[in-house]
């Protein structure tokens, strides 16, 4: 009877601790999803129910002028082209570098790889400062050309480590010692076995390098003159401060009405600076998982 006593406690106990975790991961989604769905809503409203903080949960007097303008404007559109060439030759860039750095750093017979990887660690302890990196761009002929978005930090130190990992856990010995008795190099090992087995890998890294570089804008507001380079965020940046500038020769109905469309732009601009990122996402998603946990078993 004591038995079956304890066991009923501790199923009682079971659900009201499963309870409350259900609880708490609710209140944490609607946490999450709340602004999201704000944002949504609002650059489906009208730019007067917006102004007027109408807009709570669901779009108030739809409307798509928010889309209209920014889908009309030329300079948009030149962003995202720009973006995207960026973020594609970033990632690609930074992959190759991330894989031919960690590949190495994850076999045993590789002598000195405690040193590299104290210089590695170094670096995420300290970094340089914005003026070396500025003058070390401009000593190399890169400022203001594209060659100033994708090189400076084509190379994350955090992915190189989930990449020595993952590459540690999932490349055994034995398969490189085989290699080396067929008299394959380690050239040709590196990709036609390293890599095809490293797809979960380098899912993970491309997502989150692409990421990074689709969200950026810093380093072009640093580096670049010229608009026709400008990546679509500097762009956006751009849009909002000259539609919220109100021109001396404009009536105060003119200003108001270009300050109720920037308020209402800037939704429409992060819903449409966010869809490439949404579309990618579901087809990474199950090496991301994978990658990730992988990367994470041993140290």
């Not at 690609?92 to 960690?102: D, E, G, N, P, S």
């Not at 590459?167 to 090992?189: N, W």
């Not at 300050?259 to 209402?264: K, R, T, W």
Request: charged residues 15%.
């Amino acid at each position: 009877m004591k038995k079956k006593k304890s066991t009923i406690r501790e199923s009682y106990n079971d659900r009201i601790l499963l309870i409350l975790i259900y609880f708490y991961l609710s209140v944490i989604t609607l946490v999450v999803l709340y602004p999201l769905v704000y944002i949504v809503s609002a650059s489906i409203s009208s730019p007067e129910a917006v102004t007027a903080g109408q807009v709570w949960l669901w779009p108030v007097d739809f409307s798509l002028e928010g889309y209209k303008e920014v889908l009309n404007n030329s300079s948009v559109m030149r962003g995202f082209r720009n973006s995207i060439l960026y973020t594609i030759g970033y990632t690609f860039i930074a992959v190759f570098l991330t894989i031919i750095f960690a590949y190495p750093l994850s076999r045993k017979n590789f002598y000195g790889k405690k040193i590299l990887m104290i210089f590695i660690l170094f670096t995420m302890l300290f970094y340089g400062g914005l003026i070396p990196e500025y003058l070390v761009v401009q000593r190399l002929g890169m400022l203001d050309t594209p060659w100033a978005i994708l090189i400076p930090k084509a190379i994350a130190v955090w992915q190189v480590i989930i990449a020595r990992t993952f590459f540690q856990a999932s490349i055994p010995e034995e398969l490189v010692e085989a290699s080396e008795m067929d008299g394959c190099s380690s050239i040709k090992f590196l990709w036609h076995v390293v890599i095809p087995l490293s797809k979960p890998i380098i899912a993970v890294l491309a997502l989150m390098y692409a990421v990074f570089q689709w969200n950026s804008y810093f380093d072009a507001m640093i580096f670049l003159r010229t608009e026709d380079l400008f990546p679509l965020q500097l762009e956006l940046r751009e849009i909002l401060i000259t539609q919220t500038q109100s021109g001396g020769n404009l009536d105060i109905a003119e200003q108001q009405r270009r300050q109720q469309l920037a308020n209402l732009m800037q939704y429409s601009l992060i819903v449409v600076s966010s869809i490439p990122v949404l579309i990618i996402y579901p087809f990474a998603q199950k090496y991301f998982v994978k990658g990730m946990l992988l990367g994470s078993v041993k140290g």
